[in-house]
């Protein structure tokens, strides 16, 4: 015989637990967000309480927000890290517009508003990468500067303390209060908001024709051209939606913090990204999910804004968000080097 094909041993699992648990990025990450609570709650037990909680939740929002439109840009192949530079652009942009109108109407508008600069911002981006062909990486780090740079020499370096009422308002909405060590705390609504964004998502992404051409494009670009896919149409959409949302995130941060910086969310883009990518997110594009997506912010949320809690310097943060994009990169590369084995397992003779 020229050739026998053999597996292992047996058929038995050639499956370890180690195997099944990484590919199973939700539940993974749902074992280290629980295992993370219970060090953390061990380490004060305050963590455990409604203010805490509330605030983790509240700390989800922004970065929740733009997890999800840079999940869209990832699963087409793409990358975006210029949605700190969308979002505080639009932040900026709405606050001092409805300031220099006197605008006294619902906030719903400067919702519109804010998700309208960014789109036209992610529409840049679009059809650079899409009809121009350039690389997304280059194309987004040239605009993160570019929105910023221009923001800051065309606009302005004034922090507006004083937001319009709509604003000031939506600050204070709140889904419910409840009283946390001898003091009123309340559940804003935009963690309410986040989370119908996300449920949004996920049923645009596996029940509507847009989401499963935004898989197909990662997964093989040729054959979703074969297909008839407007590959062109679809990546832009992404990268619109992408910073509608970072649009969005950068108004709720100013009303809910009740101030404007031009110069915030410096580096939050890598935070960002950690997130989807810690989620499962391929950054080749064609896997991710809106449910892994959501762990990912929630353990670095958590991460993020319990380390001062337990005594942990907060400049550690930077460290954490490092350690753990590389590891959202290495446990798919782990568990697509087993498949690769798996299947190459044929003894020549």
């Known amino acids: 015989m020229s050739s026998v094909a053999e597996t292992q ?23 280290v967000i629980v295992v993370t609570c219970i060090v953390f ?6 963590f455990l309480s409604a203010a805490h909680l509330f605030g983790v939740g509240r700390s989800a929002v922004v970065v929740g927000i733009m997890a999800l439109g840079v999940l869209l840009v990832l699963l087409t192949g793409g990358i975006d890290v210029s949605v700190s530079a969308i979002a505080v652009s639009s932040m900026y942009l709405t606050t001092v517009t409805l300031q220099v109108i006197d605008f006294q109407g619902t906030f ?15 529409l840049i981006n679009g059809v650079l990468v899409a009809w121009l062909k350039l690389p997304s990486m280059i194309v987004t780090i040239g605009t993160l500067t570019l929105y910023r740079g221009g923001l800051l020499a065309f606009v302005g370096t ?9 604003m000031s308002d939506f600050a204070r909405t709140q889904l419910f209060t409840t009283q946390s060590a001898g003091r009123t705390v309340s559940l804003h609504a935009s963690v309410l908001i986040l989370i119908v964004l996300a449920i949004v998502l996920a049923f645009l992404l596996h029940r509507l024709w847009w989401g499963r051409y935004i898989y197909a494009i990662g997964d ?15 990546r832009t959409s992404a990268f619109i939606v992408s910073g509608a949302t970072a649009g969005l995130a950068g108004l709720f941060y100013a009303a809910m913090n009740r101030a404007a910086d031009p110069s915030t969310f410096t580096g939050l883009e890598m935070t960002v990204l950690a997130a989807v990518v810690l989620g499962g997110a391929a950054v080749t594009g064609g896997r991710g999910s809106v449910l892994g ?4 912010v929630l353990l670095i949320t958590v991460v993020g804004s319990s380390l001062v809690l337990v005594g942990i310097p907060a400049a550690w943060q ?11 990169v290495c446990v798919p590369a782990i568990r697509d080097r087993r498949v690769e084995r798996r299947r190459g397992m044929v003894v020549t003779e």
């Open 293 to 296: 997506t959501m762990l990912g």
């Open 41 to 46: 709650a061990l380490g004060n037990p305050t």
């Open 108 to 122: 719903l508008v400067a919702i519109a508003l804010a998700v309208l600069i960014g789109a036209i911002l992610g």
């Open 220 to 234: 093989d670009e040729e054959a979703a051209k074969r297909m008839g896919v407007k590959v062109n149409l679809i």
């Open 9 to 31: 041993a047996t058929q038995s699992p050639d499956r370890s637990w180690l195997a099944t648990l990484l590919a199973k990025r939700e539940l993974l990450l749902g074992i």
């Open 158 to 166: 004034e922090r507006i303390r004083s937001l319009p009422a709509q």
């Open 318 to 328: 930077d460290l954490f968000i490092g350690a753990f994009l590389l590891f959202g």
